[in-house]
């Protein structure tokens, strides 16, 4: 998703893996920019998971079969042979020619569990400035401040690293406070 103008001069991306508890930030001094969340294999390789075909022939109404493969081990059908796109191993054959040609009603890869999320931050035309990852079951949430605004619910504090300040999260703060206040009083 895109956000901020090029008058707002730049933008902070703030964002959070575990609901809020802690945080990183992007300042880019680059905008617009684009903001996406992906599901991905945090090593970089394609998801793996099971396709599932349901296939048919002149005499057959409906076979239906599945095998292991990765998100781009997509079935290839040639004549009564079906075999992986990934490797050309065979997946499927008949020498039943009188059958006709083996084709398929329904393809479908259904992924295993995800191996996590990724944050990329680019620029409208496509060039990344940012990527962060994480083997986790949920995405981020995050927060796109314009200009020298903070993040809804932050306090803009001096800081002497660039950009020049810091956004902190008042809840979060205030409750390690409170914690903090509660051990101290006891």
Excluded at 30 to 56: Q, S
Excluded at 82 to 92: H, N, P, Q, W
Excluded at 128 to 153: F, M, R, S
Aim: charged residues 25%; contains cysteine.
């Amino acid at each position: 998703m895109q956000y901020c103008n090029i008058e707002d001069q730049k933008a902070t991306i703030t964002w959070s893996w575990d609901n809020g508890a802690t945080f990183k930030q992007y300042f880019s001094q680059v905008v617009p920019v684009v903001v996406n969340i992906e599901a991905t294999a945090i090593d970089g390789t394609n998801v793996t998971g099971t396709w599932t075909l349901d296939t048919y022939d002149d005499i057959t109404s409906s076979y239906i079969f599945s095998y292991r493969g990765d998100s781009a081990d997509s079935p290839v059908f040639n004549n009564r042979t079906i075999t992986s796109a990934k490797d050309g191993r065979v997946l499927s054959s008949d020498p039943n020619d009188s059958a006709g040609l083996v084709r398929a009603r329904d393809i479908k890869f259904t992924p295993d569990s995800i191996g996590g999320y990724k944050i990329i931050i680019s620029t409208v035309s496509g060039t990344k400035l940012y990527e962060d990852k994480k083997t986790i079951d949920h995405p981020p949430i995050y927060e796109v401040a314009c200009g020298d605004n903070c993040p809804k619910g932050s306090h803009k504090c001096t800081h002497n690293k660039y950009p020049g300040y810091c956004c902190v999260p008042c809840k979060q703060v205030g409750d390690r406070l409170k914690n903090i206040a509660s051990k101290v009083g006891k």
